[in-house]
């Protein structure tokens, strides 16, 4: 499996010429000799380390990249689940967003998903705001939410008096969500307790977190059974990135979405299915997310830098992409782009 430590994609007969010769004593034994091989081998099977944060410029951390039901998905006897399972590094929590500022020690989360008390640990070691003594310090500095189906609100749950007991935290959507959240238990409760402080936004309207670092949401077409769909830009001192995990087809989109990448220098994008036929027995175009083939062919006459900004994620359990030593993984990265990986680092500054 490709991994991004170069340690990883070595093999054995290949770590050692790499590293240059090993001298020979005169009076070396053989065993030494085979001890110091054996050393050599193990630095090139350890586990890569995580990437390092940012200390001075504000950065996104990819939380999860899943559809909402996670992977391994509950009950599911298919392949990537049963891989997951057996190894969890091919576990994949549900698509989420971290947003830090270490300069001001302060984090803001898109979406709350059902995997948020693992997110929270995977938080760990990216600076949070200091709390006064005494007081429960807050998760977060503040929640972006897209929309209201299960995998990107739910998590909101965990605040609440039953588990963290949260107090006033700013809580980012539309009107529509706002209200969907205001009159519809348990999450009422949550607003009513001022457990959440809801603040509505405007599509297109930006959210100053900091003099130079500002969220603007964009209206995408998706499902509205309870609220409408938004998308968020991030944009930072230096760079940018698209945070769009729902969407239904890009045609349904009056923007065009090779506009919306050009104004970005990552673009996250809804892969939740690879193409038809992926779940059997289900309709599909009941649920029309863009596929990732058609992704490919539509973003195909982009120039290569264009289509290298570009990261698949909310991926479905079903997906063979979520393999990364697939074929399909491998159609993507043929085709100059990337499927999101969980713990992905993406600076905003330099």
């Given at each position: 499996?490709?991994?991004?430590?170069?340690?990883?994609?070595?093999?054995?007969?290949?770590?050692?010429?790499?590293?240059?010769?090993?001298?020979?004593?005169?009076?070396?034994?053989?065993?030494?000799?085979?001890?110091?091989?054996?050393?050599?081998?193990?630095?090139?099977?350890?586990?890569?380390?995580?990437?390092?944060?940012?200390?001075?410029?504000?950065?996104?951390?990819?939380?999860?990249?899943?559809?909402?039901?996670?992977?391994?998905?509950?009950?599911?006897?298919?392949?990537?689940?049963?891989?997951?399972?057996?190894?969890?590094?091919?576990?994949?929590?549900?698509?989420?967003?971290?947003?830090?500022?270490?300069?001001?020690?302060?984090?803001?989360?898109?979406?709350?998903?059902?995997?948020?008390?693992?997110?929270?640990?995977?938080?760990?070691?990216?600076?949070?705001?200091?709390?006064?003594?005494?007081?429960?310090?807050?998760?977060?500095?503040?929640?972006?939410?897209?929309?209201?189906?299960?995998?990107?609100?739910?998590?909101?749950?965990?605040?609440?008096?039953?588990?963290?007991?949260?107090?006033?935290?700013?809580?980012?959507?539309?009107?529509?969500?706002?209200?969907?959240?205001?009159?519809?238990?348990?999450?009422?409760?949550?607003?009513?307790?001022?457990?959440?402080?809801?603040?509505?936004?405007?599509?297109?309207?930006?959210?100053?977190?900091?003099?130079?670092?500002?969220?603007?949401?964009?209206?995408?077409?998706?499902?509205?059974?309870?609220?409408?769909?938004?998308?968020?830009?991030?944009?930072?001192?230096?760079?940018?990135?698209?945070?769009?995990?729902?969407?239904?087809?890009?045609?349904?989109?009056?923007?065009?979405?090779?506009?919306?990448?050009?104004?970005?220098?990552?673009?996250?994008?809804?892969?939740?299915?690879?193409?038809?036929?992926?779940?059997?027995?289900?309709?599909?175009?009941?649920?029309?997310?863009?596929?990732?083939?058609?992704?490919?062919?539509?973003?195909?006459?982009?120039?290569?830098?264009?289509?290298?900004?570009?990261?698949?994620?909310?991926?479905?359990?079903?997906?063979?992409?979520?393999?990364?030593?697939?074929?399909?993984?491998?159609?993507?990265?043929?085709?100059?782009?990337?499927?999101?990986?969980?713990?992905m680092l993406h600076p905003l500054g330099d």
């Open positions: 499996m490709p991994n991004g430590n170069p340690w990883m994609n070595l093999g054995p007969r290949e770590i050692v010429p790499r590293l240059g010769p090993i001298p020979s004593a005169p009076n070396e034994r053989p065993m030494a000799r085979s001890v110091l091989f054996a050393l050599l081998l193990c630095l090139g099977c350890q586990t890569p380390s995580a990437p390092r944060a940012p200390e001075r410029e504000p950065y996104v951390l990819v939380l999860g990249s899943a559809q909402d039901g996670g992977l391994p998905q509950i009950g599911c006897q298919g392949a990537n689940c049963r891989a997951a399972h057996a190894d969890p590094s091919r576990a994949r929590m549900v698509s989420s967003l971290l947003l830090v500022d270490p300069r001001s020690g302060k984090r803001w989360l898109f979406d709350a998903t059902p995997d948020l008390p693992r997110q929270v640990r995977a938080m760990a070691g990216h600076p949070a705001s200091r709390q006064l003594p005494g007081a429960r310090p807050p998760l977060v500095d503040g929640i972006f939410l897209t929309h209201a189906h299960m995998g990107h609100y739910t998590g909101l749950s965990f605040l609440g008096p039953e588990v963290y007991g949260a107090k006033q935290m700013p809580t980012y959507c539309t009107p529509q969500m706002a209200s969907y959240l205001t009159r519809n238990g348990p999450w009422s409760l949550l607003v009513e307790r001022e457990i959440l402080q809801l603040r509505s936004i405007t599509p297109g309207e930006p959210v100053r977190l900091a003099e130079d670092l500002v969220v603007r949401a964009l209206n995408v077409p998706h499902r509205k059974e309870f609220s409408d769909t938004l998308a968020f830009i991030i944009e930072g001192p230096k760079r940018s990135l698209l945070f769009l995990p729902d969407i239904d087809k890009w045609e349904r989109w009056e923007t065009p979405i090779e506009s919306v990448i050009a104004e970005v220098d990552v673009a996250l994008l809804d892969a939740s299915f690879f193409g038809p036929g992926e779940i059997p027995g289900r309709d599909l175009s009941e649920i029309p997310h863009p596929f990732i083939v058609e992704s490919l062919a539509r973003f195909a006459a982009l120039p290569a830098s264009e289509r290298a900004k570009i990261h698949f994620t909310h991926l479905n359990h079903s997906n063979p992409a979520c393999d990364p030593s697939s074929p399909a993984a491998g159609q993507v990265r043929a085709a100059g782009m990337q499927v999101a990986r969980d713990g």
